[in-house]
């Protein structure tokens, strides 16, 4: 079974950043589409950015637009999410997951993400 864990989370200072790690337990992610997602308390999951197998990039979250980039390191199988300008808002548990589509699942179809990591979490207060 393929166990995600993601890394780098904690407390930062609005505007400043984090750089979230998502590897996998007994596969390479390298190939795989990747959504990062994350989850504010009272809030529902919501859908942030993902990578697909071809390294095309979508967003979900347009708040995060110019903010987030999402990247992969072959080398290191693992995936990454740059937070830069991090806001008050931004602060949630954020989760990775893998789906089996080639490309990115549109917002209707998030339910295609079928392996979840336990979540980091992220928290921006001064």
């Known amino acids: 079974q393929v166990q995600l864990v993601e890394s780098g989370g904690g407390l930062v200072q609005p505007g400043g950043s984090l750089r979230l790690s998502c590897a996998a337990s007994g596969i390479p992610l390298n190939y795989y589409t990747i959504g990062w997602f994350r989850q504010a308390p009272g809030n529902k999951r919501e859908g942030v950015l993902c990578?697909?197998?071809?390294?095309?990039?979508?967003y979900y979250a347009t708040s995060v637009k110019g903010r987030f980039t999402i990247s992969r390191d072959n080398a290191k199988a693992t995936v990454f999410l740059q937070m830069n300008s991090l806001e008050p808002e931004d602060t949630a548990v954020y989760y990775c997951?893998?789906?089996?589509?080639?490309?990115?699942?549109?917002?209707?179809?998030?339910?295609?993400?079928?392996?979840w990591g336990q979540g980091t979490q992220v928290t921006v207060s001064s």
């Open positions: 990578i697909s197998s071809s390294d095309t990039i979508i």
């Open positions: 997951a893998r789906t089996h589509w080639e490309n990115c699942p549109p917002q209707s179809a998030l339910s295609a993400y079928t392996s």
